[in-house]
C-alpha cells in the first residue's frame, strides 16, 4: 500500500486529489495538510511514501516544507512530488534544487497524477511531459562552473555515458535506443549511477550531472 498525503491550502484541490487517489487500489491518502508547517509535522508523525506538496502555502512555503523534509535523515524514504499551477512556475527549479522528486501541474490528468505516485516511490523522478528538457535547460542557464568532479571517480565509463543521458533529459527507453541494449539493461545502469553517487531519485542525478559538469549548457539540442 502506497500511503500519500496532501498538502495543499486549497480544500477543494485536497479533496479532488483525496477522491482520485483513495479509490485507486495499492493508493491511501494518509492525511491532509493546509500549509507547510503542518505538512512538515504530518510527515514526521505519518511517515507517507508521497507528498503532493503546492509549492504557494502560508506560514511555511512548499519549497521551504521540501528542504526540511529531504534533509532529515529519519525521513529518507519520503518522496516529495510538487504541485505548481503552470508548466514554467517559476519556483519549479528551486523545487528540484530542495530535493523534491519532480514536479506535476495541477490540471493534469487524473491517470497521470497515479502514475506519478507510483513513479516516485519506485525512484523515478517525475517531470511532466514536454518540460523535462525545458525545465533542464534552466537549471543549466542558472548552474555555476563546475568544480573538479571526484564523485565521478565512482562510476565506470558506461555509467557516466548513461548519467549524461539521464541528465540530457532522456528516458530509460530513450537510453536503451542511444546505447542499443534494452531498456531494462539501461534501467539497471541508471540504478547503479544512483547507488554509486547516493541520489535520492533520478532528479538528483540530474542535478548532479550538471553540478560535475558532466553535462553542459548547450548540450541539449
Known sequence: MIRVLLADDQALVRAG?????GAQPGIEVAGEAGDGEEAVALVTELRPDVV?????MPRLDGLAATRRITEDPALDGVRVVMLTTFELDEYV?????SGASGFLVKDAEPEELVRAVTAVVEGDALLSPGVTRRLIAEF????KEPAE???LRALTEREREVMALVGMG???EE??????????????HVSR?????????????VVLAYESGLVRPGWLG
Open 17 to 21: 486529489f483525496r477522491a482520485l487517489l
Open 52 to 56: 503532493l506538496m503546492d509549492i504557494r
Open 93 to 97: 527549479f528551486e523545487a528540484i534544487r
Open 140 to 143: 543549466a542557464a542558472r548552474s
Open 149 to 151: 568532479a571526484a564523485v
Open 170 to 172: 532522456l528516458s530509460n
Open 175 to 188: 537510453i536503451a535506443r542511444r546505447l542499443v541494449v534494452s531498456p531494462l539493461t539501461a534501467k539497471t
Open 193 to 205: 549511477t544512483m547507488v554509486k553517487l547516493g541520489a535520492r531519485d533520478r532528479a538528483q542525478l
